[in-house]
Structures are given as structure tokens and as C-alpha cells.
């Protein structure tokens, strides 16, 4: 039942195709050319930046597994790279609110609203904004490593 009802919350909530971004919020939010120009600037930034945290903590994820495979793991080794994944997740939070609070920045009262619908429904569903690069349904998504 809990799986089902997951599977609802998830078919409702807005999915943002990586590559589309600024296509999705300039027809969702009803941008104008400035603003269009604005979101893709601030895309791509956010983009290089969570694509960069996102391969940091596959890094470390493989690192930490290798460790705990290993026939006398190091319990130190282990305790530092859980800190580092904590740390790296807690940049990407970071960033994730900059880059909304700089969309909300170039909206009218109207965009912040409806632009604070979608990220809630983004979050509701899997706690980050989806990251470009193929990570979707059939690859290994960043919110699925948590």
C-alpha cells in the first residue's frame, strides 16, 4: 500500500526534462525573452555545478563500498568519507536553493507562484531538482543514491 501510494505521489508530481529546462519554465512561468535568457544563464550554471557535486558523491559512494568490501574495512576511512558524502549533500541543497532563489528573483508575483508550485512538487518527489546527463527513470538517479 505504501509503495502504491508513493507511485501516486510520484505521477503527480512535475518532472523536468534536463535538457528542456528553460523550454519547461519559460512556458510554465510565461517568461519573456529577458527572463529566458536569465533562466538559461542561471541553468547552466546550476547544471555544471550539481553535475560536478553529483559525480563527487558517485566517487564517493564507489570509494566508501570498496571500503566496506575490503576484508578489514577501516572504520576511520569510512567515518571520513560518510562526512565528505553529508557535506557534499549539504552543498547541494545549497545550491539547489540558490539557483531557486535566483529564478524567483527575475519573476513577477505571479511567476514566484507558480515557479514555488513546481519546485514543491519536484521536491515533494525526490528531494532534488532532477540533474542533466541521463540520470532519469532507467539510469541511476542522484535522489536514489541518498
Known sequence: QDRKQKEQVEEAAIEIP??????FF?????????QVDKFRELNREFNRTAWNISHN???????????????????????TITTE???M???????TVDYYMKMKAECNDEQKEKLNEIF??????????KLPGGYGRNRRN?????
Open 18 to 23: 534536463a535538457q528542456q529546462r528553460t523550454r
Open 26 to 34: 519559460r512556458e510554465e512561468l510565461g517568461l519573456n525573452y529577458e
Open 57 to 79: 558523491l558517485e566517487r564517493l559512494r564507489a570509494e566508501m563500498v570498496l571500503e566496506m568490501g575490503a576484508n578489514e574495512p577501516n572504520q576511520e576511512k569510512l567515518e
Open 85 to 87: 558524502i553529508g557535506a
Open 89 to 95: 549533500h549539504t552543498e547541494l541543497k545549497k545550491v
Open 120 to 129: 514543491m512538487s519536484m521536491l515533494k518527489k525526490n528531494e532534488d531538482v
Open 142 to 146: 542522484l535522489s536514489n543514491n541518498n
